[in-house]
């Protein structure tokens, strides 16, 4: 009896897809599909929907074998996509170039969201007590920021990027200039005024996902 990396393979190859193709249809790496064709270790459910879905085949069919005659179906789910997930660095990379190839980590959303969103893994205090260390935030860069919205910002020059709240504050009579604040939760940390400190707005925070703690 074939093994599931066995059975992976075949669709896979039936497919004519590459192992980092497949990776990028349903979130993971080309490693994770090596490792699961090699039966290193297992899917998670999750994968094993999205590759039922993609291959039209049931979950038992990857998991067990089993053939039935009515194995190769369409699992029906709610429809889901998978977004790059990145860190401050790679953040600020994304916000210029707009290229995934800068992580093999992904986390579904709905596919309500365009396909240019992406996660940023929350780093340090400066958010606390609204978002904790490695929370993670949806960052929508098609999105225009309204006044108290969470956004990702990048300081001209710089390659990491930083989360903060947004407040415009108007216009300003010397610099001729709009201008806003980016405003930490933790007010241990400064306030970043615009006029003294040159930022573009990556994007706008549209979903959140807690860290257990």
């Known amino acids: 009896m074939s093994t599931l990396g066995q059975r992976l393979y075949r669709l896979r190859k039936d497919k004519k897809l590459a192992r980092d193709a497949l990776g990028s249809k349903i979130g993971?790496?080309?490693?994770?599909?090596?490792?699961?064709?090699?039966d290193e270790n297992p899917p998670k459910f999750?994968?094993?929907q999205a590759m039922a879905e993609f291959f039209g085949c049931s979950i038992e069919y990857l998991t067990d074998g089993i053939?039935?005659?009515?194995?190769?179906?369409?699992?029906?789910r709610k429809p889901v996509k998978y977004v790059p997930v990145l860190n401050y660095t790679q953040a600020?990379?994304?916000?210029e170039y707009h290229d995934d190839a800068i992580t093999d980590e992904f986390e579904p959303v709905s596919v309500e969201y365009s396909d240019r969103v992406y996660w940023v893994v929350i780093e340090g205090s400066s958010m606390q007590p609204d978002f904790y260390e490695n929370d993670l935030v949806l960052i929508?860069?098609?999105?225009?920021?309204?006044?108290?919205?969470?956004?990702l910002a990048l300081k001209s020059g710089e390659k990491k990027s930083t989360f903060k709240r947004y407040r415009p504050k108007g216009f300003d009579e010397?610099?001729?200039?709009?201008?806003f604040h980016l405003v930490?939760?933790?007010?241990?940390y400064p306030?970043?005024?615009?006029?003294?400190?040159?930022?573009?707005?990556?994007?706008?925070?549209?979903?959140?996902?807690?860290?257990?703690?």
Not at 28 to 38: A, F, L, P, Y
Not at 67 to 76: A, Q
Not at 140 to 151: E, G, K, L
């Open 28 to 38: 993971v790496s080309k490693t994770s599909v090596k490792n699961w064709e090699d």
């Open 46 to 48: 999750e994968h094993l």
């Open 67 to 76: 053939d039935d005659g009515d194995n190769f179906k369409v699992v029906k």
């Open 92 to 95: 600020g990379e994304f916000c």
């Open 140 to 151: 929508d860069p098609d999105a225009q920021p309204n006044p108290s919205d969470f956004v």
């Open 174 to 179: 010397e610099t001729k200039k709009e201008f």
């Open 184 to 188: 930490p939760s933790n007010p241990d």
């Open 191 to 213: 306030i970043i005024d615009s006029r003294f400190v040159d930022f573009t707005i990556c994007g706008v925070a549209v979903e959140h996902k807690k860290k257990l703690r």
